[in-house]
């Protein structure tokens, strides 16, 4: 059923009995010709971008426990591509021009709230390092400026600009394009859509094995039995190097608790996102009047999807020393996601040293933006066996050449 | 936050130490005569277990030694430190 004002007034006179559920909940099939692993927002996008643009219809999508529940569910739904190096830049670019058409395209709100993102400078190497930033974006064509202290004040009254403050403001960069989306809205739009397209996709499903022959996959054993596919596409983000080793392969990544947190519903103070590399946090306003924050990853590597208390608190000082009138908001819920970090914060995304198997991984914190683009990128290589130019540089084998995207304390806010 | 036992100086809060990573990882005697793969494997790969893990602590806002602890990635519970073969020197 198409979701239209039309239909919301008929299903209303109807007292809402006649909705369908979004999507199916089919059992198994034996064979697919693609299996993607993992039903977060990336792996649905996959699922989504193979039936649209590649014509791959016959395909699974395996989530061992419900779709969206891992770290697209636990993110703080930040959307922008502001990163410095081109590859990087373009590759997030091409997931926000996806995102600006996301909710027509899967006729799905997916809430995509273009209100800006400043990254905030604090002393001078901060203000080369933007300007840096800033220039490279707009000789890549993505709409980026430098603003000053008092432009700051004057688009976001409660935030602390004196002089006298510990970490003084002194500028930022500011992209325009870049905001919030629903991210719950976003698993749920691309599950939909894909399935309407003949994607079945299998809930409470946990992959237990790749099994192989002769170098190539031949199919995965779950906890539902066992699946044949040729093709299989893992994108399971923290869980990365699990599934990496039922197939014998080794990752340069490690996984971190990353926590977020929500206040109190407030009334509205906050009509942006603001993020500090510096002091090191970034919040934003959700429509239901919670302040959204964030920071930076727990040290030590963890599955346990929480993290430690004096990381809360780092967080929160960050925060307050940029408003300090939040120092008097409680906060209402936290939570931990399970990121998997790359040695240069960016993605791996391409081929493996096994034949139809597939990695999409490595995200770390950044994940989130990326879900359409990345999808859509996911999807080329696995239907034609071999990356897309734009996730061409995105190589596992990059860690061999040397070959790194080093944005690492480069893109906008340190990981 | 987790309670870590230092070999030398006991028991004591998270916010003392620094975490170095996967324990028992050695540089190579001659990375000359190592492939890339070789060599991306030393510098890059980590088995990041779910599990049971050997990791590196330094204690740095204490006897500023590095030791060895075993720890459960997915309950956080330490089951116990170790001294490393080089007694903890950097």
């Known amino acids: 059923m198409k979701y239209s004002a039309f239909n919301l007034v008929r299903n209303a006179l109807s007292h809402n009995r006649n909705w369908r559920p979004a999507w199916r909940s089919p059992d198994p099939k034996r064979q697919y010709d693609a299996i993607i692993v993992g039903g977060g927002g990336h792996g649905l996008a996959t699922a989504y971008y193979l039936a649209k643009e590649h014509g791959m219809r ?19 739904t930040i959307v922008r591509s502001n990163y410095l190096w081109t590859e990087a830049s373009l590759l997030y670019e091409k997931s926000l021009k996806l995102w600006e058409g ?49 432009q700051i004040k004057k688009a976001i009254p409660l935030i602390n600009t004196s002089a006298d403050a510990r970490y003084p403001i002194l500028g930022a960069s500011l992209q325009r394009r870049a905001g919030v989306a629903r991210h719950d809205a976003v698993a749920w739009g691309f599950a939909r859509a894909a399935d309407a397209l003949g994607v079945d996709i299998i809930e409470q499903c946990e992959v237990t094995g790749i099994s192989r022959d002769g170098g190539k996959v031949t199919g995965v054993e779950t906890t539902r039995g066992e699946i044949r596919s040729g093709k299989i596409g893992v994108v399971v983000a923290g869980n990365a190097s699990v599934l990496a080793a039922m197939a014998g392969l080794r990752l340069p990544v490690e996984s971190h608790p990353l926590q977020a947190f929500v206040s109190e519903p407030l009334k509205p103070v906050l009509d942006t996102v603001v993020m500090s590399g510096a002091v090191h946090g970034y919040v934003s306003q959700s429509d239901k009047g919670e302040l959204v924050i964030g920071a930076g990853i727990d040290a030590y590597t963890g599955y346990g999807q929480r993290g430690s208390f004096q990381t809360i608190e780092h967080t929160m000082e960050a925060i307050v020393e940029l408003f300090p009138v939040f120092s ?35 995200w770390g914190t950044g994940g989130f933006k990326a879900t359409p683009g990345s999808g859509w990128v996911f999807a080329h290589t696995i239907a034609q066996d071999r990356p897309h130019e734009l996730n061409a540089p995105f190589a596992l084998d990059r860690f061999v050449s040397g070959a790194l995207i080093d944005e690492h304390g480069a893109a906008a806010v340190a990981h | 936050m987790l309670l870590i036992e230092c070999p030398w100086c006991g028991e004591r809060a998270e916010t003392e130490f620094s975490y170095g990573g996967e324990a028992g990882i050695v540089r190579p005697a001659e990375p ?29 806002q204490g006897c500023r030694r590095w030791f060895g602890v075993e720890r459960d990635t997915v309950s956080y519970k330490i089951s116990g430190s170790f001294k490393l073969p080089s007694g903890g020197e950097a």
């Open chain 1, 328 to 362: 008097r908001v409680r906060m209402l819920r936290m939570w931990g996601g399970i990121v998997d970090v790359c040695p240069d914060a960016c993605p791996i995304i391409g081929k493996t040293t096994v034949g139809g198997l597939y990695f999409n991984c490595g």
């Open chain 2, 32 to 60: 000359d005569a190592l492939s890339d793969a070789e060599w991306a494997d030393y510098l890059f790969n980590r088995t990041n277990p779910r599990g049971a893990h050997r990791e590196l602590w330094n204690h740095a």
């Open chain 1, 102 to 150: 996301l909710s027509q395209e899967l006729n799905y709100n997916v809430m995509f709230s273009q209100r800006g993102v400043y990254n905030i400078g604090h002393n001078l190497q901060d203000m080369r390092d933007i300007e840096r930033r800033v220039s490279a974006n707009r000789l890549n064509g993505i709409d980026a400026e430098v603003v000053s202290a008092a």
């Open chain 1, 58 to 76: 016959n395909v699974a999508v395996l989530e061992k426990g419900w779709i969206g529940g891992g770290n697209t569910g636990r993110n703080t």
